[in-house]
Each structure stands twice: as C-alpha cells, then as structure tokens.
C-alpha cells in the first residue's frame, strides 16, 4: 500500500475499526502485507511473523465482523465514484458494468466446500458471477455470486441479483449506463430484466440462436441489421467480429438494443474483455484462486481480501480531493497503537517517517489556529 495516499490509508484505517482484538488486527496486517507483496502467493506459510496456524485460525475461526469489512470496501468505492462525476459534471463519462462467470480451478477434496465445487466448461472448481463497474478510467470491482450447479439459479439470473446491488447513484445521468456481457448470459428473462432497468445492454450471441423467421443469426449478411430473435420481444441490432487467434478466424455475433450501426457495436462489444483483465489481475497478483482454505468463512474472507488489496492499490493511482484539515485521522495516534513490525525495513521506516510527519503537521495546525 502507498503510504502517501490518503485515500487508501482513510480506507486502510478504517478497516482496522473491525477487528477489536489486537492478535485479529495483527493477523489482518501480515495477510494484507502478503496481498500486497504482489507475487500472487500469498499463503500463510510464507508469513515470517505470524505462524501459518495463527493465520489460518484468523481466516477460519476468529470472530470479526466480514459485513463490516464489505460495508467500508463499498463505501471507499462509492465515494470514489462520487468524486470522479463530481469533477467532471458536464462531460461525464458513461457507466459501463461488465458481468461474467469466471472459474477458479482446484484440485484435491473440499469436504465443506462440496456443494461449490462443481465442473462447468470441464473445469473443476468454484465458479463466481462477478459484476464489475467501470467509468471512464475508474474499475471497481462490486459484488459477486456463488454458482452452485446444475438445478440451482443459473448465472443469469445470479447477474440480475447482482444488479439490484447498484445503487441509484450510478444509474442517474444523461447518458444511459450501458451492461456488457458474453455470450453465457443471452437469456430473454436476462435481458428483459436489464432493461426493465434501465440499462442499454451489449451481450454476445450464438451463432445458432434463431430468428423469429427461423433462420440463425450466423445467415445474416449486413452487421448493425435489425432483428427479432425467436422467445425475445425486444428488438436487437447485431453485428459480429472476426477473432484471429488459431489457425483458422472465428466470428463472434454481438448484439444490442441501441442502434450503434455495425462497425461501432462490433467495437463497443470488444470493450467487455476488460473484465478479463481484471480476473487476471485478481488471480496472478492478489491470489483470489489460490485459495486452501477448507471452510467456508475462510474462503469468503480470502476472497473478500483479496478485493480488498485489488482495491488498496486502484485507490492508490486514483487523485485525492481535498479535505479540511479538521476531519483527518489522527494518524499520530494510529502510527503509536498499530504494530508494523510485519513489513519490511524499509518500507517500515517510510512508513512510520510519514506518519510522523503528518502527526507533526497536524499538531502544527492545531497551535496555530486561533
């Protein structure tokens, strides 16, 4: 974590207010530490001043308030959100959420963890809906849903649960807020629902899906053509891209109840993969799939931290309004009851310098107010 940015040391420290048991806040620091280290391992064994059995015990057994940890995390990117359309009230730019099914891939026997574990696209693992904000240059992940196999709510319909999380805020503007989505959630209950709400939706398609007149989409010869898809009432606008990743092109069909004209729908569709980067990110950097936890509540709280480094490090290459100096954290206080004896030399002196000498300018201010 930049120590230098004041908007994720507002967030860290508030985060801190969770765990009322030093030994919990403690374990919180050195996971969190293992997060950031950014090599994408963060397993309790390589912890040098906790034991992996304290760790372990802080992630599976130890009474901390998890809702609280999500509360402040929400909130942090609320108010991000807030600023970013606050300095930019004449050119806002759209709100676009991403949606899709990514898939953690484990081997070996959860015994608690049974009814996730499930093979879906012949991987076996935990598989997660996850619904992903963007705004311009802010990406903040938001919330996300268990797929618990077949005979349970589909992916589609855990996407539109997502969906009820978004709060009012984000919906408002000139500009509608605009959902984009494979080819995995082209359901007509998903798609209605989304427009019930007032969201524009960019969705992949099969190729085979068929027409009212019976034939399928990949007959089409005009991109951007007007048609009416077979169980669909609303009507769509579909146009395809050509993927050159294997020896042979492969065409993917997009659609969308806006007409964008051909061209431009076939680019705005590309524009879902980033999501994809944020799984990558997610994965490789933070761990989110390297998981061994075997209880529920551990894995729950190693996701939930791992959003959380996800979001410490975004917070940090973000622009920090200014704030009166009356309602700042008295961080000489903080930098006196928290321990940073888990972080490194150096960046423990950075860090305790900084704190210093923002406690030294906070009580310069005091004696020089009247």
């Avoid at 798609?191 to 089409?220: A, F, P, W």
């Amino acid at each position: 974590m930049n120590p230098k940015n004041a908007r994720a040391r507002r967030l860290y420290s508030d985060i801190l207010s969770c765990f009322t048991r030093r030994q919990h806040r403690e374990s919180f620091e050195v996971f969190l530490d293992l997060l950031l280290d950014g090599s994408g391992r963060p397993l309790p064994a390589r912890a040098t001043v906790k034991s992996p059995a304290a760790i372990s015990r802080f992630l599976n057994h130890a009474h901390w308030d998890l809702r609280s940890l999500c509360r402040f995390m929400r909130q942090a990117a609320l108010e991000l959100f807030n600023d970013t359309w606050k300095h930019a009230p004449h050119h806002r730019p759209r709100v676009e959420f991403l949606v899709d099914l990514t898939s953690l891939e484990k081997a070996g026997k959860f015994t608690d963890l049974s009814d996730w574990m499930h093979v879906l696209n012949a991987v076996h693992g935990v598989h997660l809906v996850v619904l992903y904000i963007c705004c311009g240059d802010l990406k903040l992940p938001w919330a996300f849903q268990i797929w618990r196999g077949k005979g349970t709510p589909s992916a589609a319909s855990l996407a539109l649960k997502l969906l009820r999380t978004i709060p009012p805020v984000m919906l408002q503007g000139k500009r509608r807020p605009r959902l984009h989505a494979d080819g995995g959630f082209e359901s007509a209950a998903f798609i209605e629902g989304v427009l019930k709400r007032q969201i524009d939706i960019v969705i992949g398609v099969r190729c085979t899906r068929k027409l009212v007149d019976g034939t399928s989409i990949h007959q089409l010869m005009t991109r951007g053509c007007k048609a009416q898809l077979k169980d669909l009432v609303p009507t769509m606008y579909i146009s395809w891209v050509w993927l050159y990743r294997n020896k042979e092109p492969e065409q993917r069909f997009v659609m969308s109840n806006v007409d964008l004209g051909g061209t431009y729908l076939a680019r705005v569709g590309k524009r879902r993969w980033r999501i994809e980067a944020f799984f990558k990110t997610i994965k490789g950097r933070f761990g989110l799939a390297r998981f061994a936890q075997h209880s529920k509540t551990g894995v729950m709280r190693w996701w939930c931290l791992s959003g959380l480094a996800y979001l410490l490090c975004h917070l940090a290459d973000q622009e920090v309004p200014s704030r009166p100096p009356e309602t700042w954290p008295d961080w000489g206080e903080l930098a006196r009851t928290i321990r940073f004896s888990f972080v490194p030399e150096v960046r423990r002196r950075a860090l305790q310098l900084e704190l210093d000498a923002l406690d030294a300018f906070q009580h310069a201010l005091s004696a020089t107010s009247p």
